[in-house]
C-alpha cells in the first residue's frame, strides 16, 4: 500500500484542470420521492480536487446538475476556462452524459486531455476507455493517480509506468497495472467541500441540522452483500482516519462552513468497534457540539458502544434490513437474520438514537407475500423511517446475474428488452408484475408513515431540527408523494 506525498507531485507544469458534475435532473434517480431525497456534493471528486489543489494545480469545478447548467451552458463554461484537462466521475446512472461532456470539451478542442474515474469506471473499465472522446480512465482511488497523470501530461511514455490507469497511446489502448490502496489515510489531504456552494446542497428528509455536511470517516466493507458495490471500488480492506485527523476535519468544516450537523457516509461506521470508541471519546473532548448520523449494520453494535456514541451527539442510525424474509436475506447474502435486526433496532431505540432502515421490493425469487412480509417487519419494528424501493440490478453486481435467470427486463413501453447500459430499463421479477409492485412501495410507504405517532415524531423531530426552507419543501413533497402515487399512472423507470 501506499502513501500521499505532497513533494512527489508538486514539481512540473502547474495545470488548468476543469471537474464537472454534467447535467442531470433529481428525479431522474428519485423519481417521485425527488423533493424529499438528498443532493449532496460529490466527495469522490472533493478528494481528488483536494489532493490536486494541495500540489499547486489550478482548479474550477462544475457542478451542473444542483446548478442547473444544461450542456448548451457547460460549453461556453469550457470555452471560457480552456482547461488542460477535463474530469468527471461516473456512477452508473451518470457514465452517459460524463462522455457527452468529454465529447463537448474535445470538439472545443482536440487538446485538451479527458479523464474519467469514478465507482462506473472502476467496474467496467473495457466500456468507459472504448469510448472515443475518453484519453484517460483512472481505476479505483484517485489522489495519487491524478496527481500523478497531471506531473506527467506531457510524458507520453512516462504515463506507462502510473499505476491504476488505462489510456490511449497512438490508437490504441494501454493498460497500466492496478494501483495499491492508500495505507495511511491520514495522509490524504481533506476533500475540498469548500470548492462545492455548499447553499445549493441539502440531504435527505431524515437527516437533521441547519447545516449538514458529508464527511468520511474510512472507507471499505468487509461483507459481501449480491446488490453492492462498495467492495468492487475499495475491496474488501477496511481503512480508516485517525480520531486526531476525523475531529481536525469536523473543526474545519464547524469553523469553515458553520455546520451544525454531519452526516458520516462510511459504508459502515461501526465496522471497528474500537475506532468508534476512540473517535467518539475524541469527538467530547473537543467540546464543540453538533449533531451527527451514521450507516452501519445491526450486527456491528453492541449498548455500551450506542451510549457512547449517543453521548458524542450521534442522533440517527441508518441500516440495511432490506427484507423482512429470512430467504431473501439469505439470497442476498447480508449474513444477517431476521432476528438480529429486531434487537438491533431495539437496541438503538433504547440507546435514544433514532433508527432508519432500507428495504427492498421486488427482490428475485420475492412472492407478493414476501414483500408483505417486508412491510410487515418494517411497520412493526420500532424503526423512526423506512424506504422502500424496488431493486435495480446493477450490472457487475452478483444480483444482475440472478436478475437475469429470474426475471426480464422491459422498457418505458413495458416491451422486454435486452439489458444494456445505455437505455432507460427496469427489471421485473418471474411472476410479478411491475406495477403491482409499485404499488406495494406506495403501500408501504402509507402503512409506515401514516401513522399518529410516526407523523408526530417526524413534525417534531423537523420543526426543532430543519430550516424552514427544507422544512417547506419536506412538506410539500411528502404532501404531493401521498397524492400522487395513489392517482398517477406508474411512470416506469421509477424506483418509489
Ligand atoms: C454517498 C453515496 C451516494 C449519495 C451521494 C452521491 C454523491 N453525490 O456523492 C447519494 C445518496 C446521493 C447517492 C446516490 C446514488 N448512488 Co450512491 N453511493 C454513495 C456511497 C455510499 C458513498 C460514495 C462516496 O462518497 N464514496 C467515497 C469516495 C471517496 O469514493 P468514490 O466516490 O468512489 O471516489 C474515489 C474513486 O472512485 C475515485 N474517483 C471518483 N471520482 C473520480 C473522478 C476523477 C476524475 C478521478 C481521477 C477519480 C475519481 O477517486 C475517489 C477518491 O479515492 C457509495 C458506496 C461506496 N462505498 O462507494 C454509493 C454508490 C457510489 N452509489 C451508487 C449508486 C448506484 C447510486 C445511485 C444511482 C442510486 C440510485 N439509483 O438512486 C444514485 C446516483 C446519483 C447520481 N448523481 O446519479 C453505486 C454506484 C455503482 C455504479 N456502478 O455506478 C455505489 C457504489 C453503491 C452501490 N450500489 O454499490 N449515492
Ligand atoms: S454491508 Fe453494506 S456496504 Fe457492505 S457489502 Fe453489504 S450493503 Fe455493501
Known amino acids: 500500500m501506499s502513501n500521499f506525498n505532497l513533494e512527489n507531485y508538486s514539481s512540473g507544469e502547474k495545470r488548468k484542470v476543469l471537474f464537472v458534475v454534467p447535467p442531470q435532473h433529481i428525479e431522474e434517480y428519485y423519481g417521485r420521492l425527488a423533493s424529499v431525497g438528498a443532493r449532496l456534493p460529490w466527495m469522490g471528486m472533493a478528494y481528488v480536487i483536494g489532493a490536486v489543489q494541495a500540489v499547486g494545480h489550478e482548479v474550477k469545478l462544475v457542478d451542473c446538475e444542483v446548478e442547473s447548467v444544461d450542456f448548451n451552458e457547460l460549453k461556453e463554461i469550457i470555452k471560457d476556462f480552456s482547461p488542460d484537462v477535463i474530469c468527471a466521475s461516473a456512477v452508473i446512472t451518470n457514465v452517459d452524459r460524463c462522455l457527452r461532456t468529454m465529447q463537448i470539451a474535445k470538439d472545443i478542442s482536440s487538446d485538451v486531455i479527458t479523464v474519467l474515474g469514478g465507482p462506473q469506471v472502476t467496474i467496467f473499465p473495457e466500456q468507459v476507455i472504448a469510448e472515443k472522446s475518453v484519453d484517460i480512465i483512472v481505476i479505483g482511488e484517485g489522489e495519487i493517480t491524478m496527481c500523478e497523470i497531471l506531473l506527467h501530461l506531457d510524458e507520453i511514455n512516462r504515463l506507462e509506468q502510473i499505476q491504476g490507469i488505462w489510456f490511449k497511446k497512438n490508437g490504441n489502448i494501454v493498460k497500466n497495472q492496478g494501483k495499491e490502496l492508500i495505507e495511511d489515510m491520514d495522509s490524504i489531504p481533506f476533500p475540498a467541500l469548500g470548492m462545492y456552494n455548499m447553499d445549493n446542497y441539502y440531504p435527505a428528509a431524515y437527516i437533521w441540522g441547519k447545516k449538514v455536511l458529508p464527511i468520511l470517516s ?164 420500532s424503526l423512526d423511517y423506512a424506504i422502500f424501493p424496488i431493486l435495480e440490478p446493477y450490472p457487475g453486481t452478483e444480483i444482475y446475474e440472478d436478475a437475469l435467470k429470474m426475471g426480464y427486463f422491459i422498457n418505458e413501453d413495458g416491451k422486454k428488452v435486452v439489458p444494456n447500459c445505455k437505455d432507460k430499463k427496469i427489471w421485473v421479477p418471474d411472476g410479478r408484475d411491475r406495477k403491482e409492485i409499485e404499488k406495494k412501495g406506495y403501500i408501504a410507504m402509507k402503512k409506515f408513515y401514516l401513522r399518529p405517532h410516526i407523523i408526530c415524531s417526524l413534525a417534531i423531530g423537523m420543526l426543532r431540527n430543519l430550516p424552514l426552507k427544507r422544512l417547506v419543501r419536506l412538506f410539500y413533497g411528502g404532501i404531493s408523494y401521498f397524492i400522487t402515487a395513489r392517482f398517477e399512472k406508474v411512470k416506469y423507470g421509477t424506483r418509489y
Not at 228 to 252: G, M, P, T, W, Y
Request: charged letters at 30%; one cysteine or more; proline letters at 1%.
Open 218 to 381: 474510512a472507507r471499505g466493507c468487509a461483507f459481501e452483500c449480491r446488490f453492492c458495490e462498495a467492495r468492487l471500488i475499495f475491496q474488501r480492506k477496511f481503512r480508516f482516519h485517525s480520531a486526531d485527523r476525523v475531529v481536525s476535519e469536523i473543526n474545519n468544516l464547524i469553523d469553515v462552513h458553520r455546520a451544525d450537523s454531519f452526516q458520516f457516509m462510511d459504508d459502515i461506521f461501526t465496522l471497528n468497534k474500537n475506532r468508534v470508541y476512540e473517535l467518539c471519546s475524541k469527538i467530547i473532548e473537543n467540546g464543540r457540539k453538533f449533531k451527527w448520523s451514521c450507516f452501519t449494520r445491526t450486527d456491528c453494535i453492541e449498548p455500551e458502544l450506542l451510549l457512547k456514541m449517543k453521548e458524542a451527539g450521534c442522533y440517527l442510525i441508518c441500516f440495511g434490513c432490506e427484507s423482512g424474509d429470512q430467504k431473501l436475506l439469505d439470497l442476498l447474502n447480508k449474513k444477517l437474520t431476521i432476528e438480529k435486526n429486531c434487537e438491533g433496532i431495539k437496541m438503538t431505540k433504547k440507546a435514544g438514537i433514532r433508527a432508519f432502515s432500507t428495504f427492498m421490493l421486488g427482490l428475485p425469487t420475492e412472492t407478493e407475500e414476501m414483500t408483505m412480509k417486508t412491510i410487515d417487519f418494517a411497520v412493526k419494528s
